[in-house]
């Protein structure tokens, strides 16, 4: 088991590859509104703000799953040790996001739509700490004999779900970047397409891998036998359709001005 990379402080590879995450994104978010000319200041605040607020969604969300796990401050605060919800995050960074973008006067659909590609490539990166903390991971299988937990008895593997994640995620990420460059290429734009397009693609991914995962799911729902996550993913899946109609329906014309401010 990879219990973490000790130095002179105790570094964890979860937190580590975490920071990894955030500088990675912070990059492809800077590089892709550069890139594309579009007029995205304060970065960092914006970047750090995502990051702080998903991570906080994130571990709420797991409080809420879980709390039979949280008996003192510090089971609260060891965010290293694993114990994050993905859809907790997601939720705290769209609103902390709608909430910048008041402040700061932003298109919310424009910074979703840059956001989203640096979103998936974090979400990557962050999938391979839940690999190296034994958290999130598969069913046992015979078709792939990679992956197995450190108390699992000889001769029995896992399917590597973290993997497989951060695979799909990567992919997606690639796919998010030529459709943003597409969208904004073009002097009417359908803004909020790139933004749901992940969300859509990632909702029916997570619905279909929560089937091989083994880790404790939060409980079904007994009617559907669909895990909290599935739930979420299907309700997620019919918002970003209507977000994607919404962009195909009403495209931002740019054509005479500098900025959108749609």
């Known amino acids: 088991m990879i219990n973490g990379v000790h130095f002179d402080l105790p570094y964890y590879t979860y937190g580590i590859l975490f920071v990894v995450a955030y500088l990675a994104g912070l990059w492809l978010f800077r590089r892709n509104s550069i890139r594309l000319g579009l007029a995205m200041p304060d970065l960092v605040d914006l970047s750090l703000t995502a990051c702080i607020s998903s991570i906080v969604g994130a571990r709420i969300a797991y409080i809420v799953l879980f709390p039979r796990y949280f008996n003192s401050l510090r089971d609260y605060l060891a965010i290293h040790e694993g114990g994050l919800v993905f859809y907790g995050g997601l939720i705290a960074f769209i609103v902390s996001m ?93 803004t909020g397409l790139t933004a749901a397009i992940y969300l859509a693609l990632y909702a029916i991914f997570r619905f279909a891998i929560e089937f091989i995962r083994a880790d404790n799911r939060g409980g079904f729902y007994t009617a559907l036998a669909l895990s909290p996550s599935q739930v979420t993913a299907i309700i997620l899946l019919l918002c970003s359709t209507a977000l994607m109609a919404y962009a195909i329906r009403y495209p931002v014309d740019t054509r005479g001005i500098s900025d959108e401010q749609s």
């Open 98 to 190: 709608a909430i910048m973008c008041r402040l700061k006067r932003l298109s919310f659909r424009q910074l979703f739509d840059v956001l989203a590609p640096s979103a998936a490539l974090g979400h990557a990166i962050g999938r391979l700490g839940c690999l190296a903390n034994h958290c999130c991971y598969g069913a046992p299988t015979t078709c792939c004999q990679l992956y197995r937990l450190p108390d699992d008895p000889p001769g029995l593997f896992r399917h590597p779900t973290q993997l497989y994640e951060s695979i799909f995620l990567l992919v997606l990420m690639l796919v998010l970047n030529q459709v943003l460059s597409r969208v904004y290429s073009r002097p009417v734009r359908r």
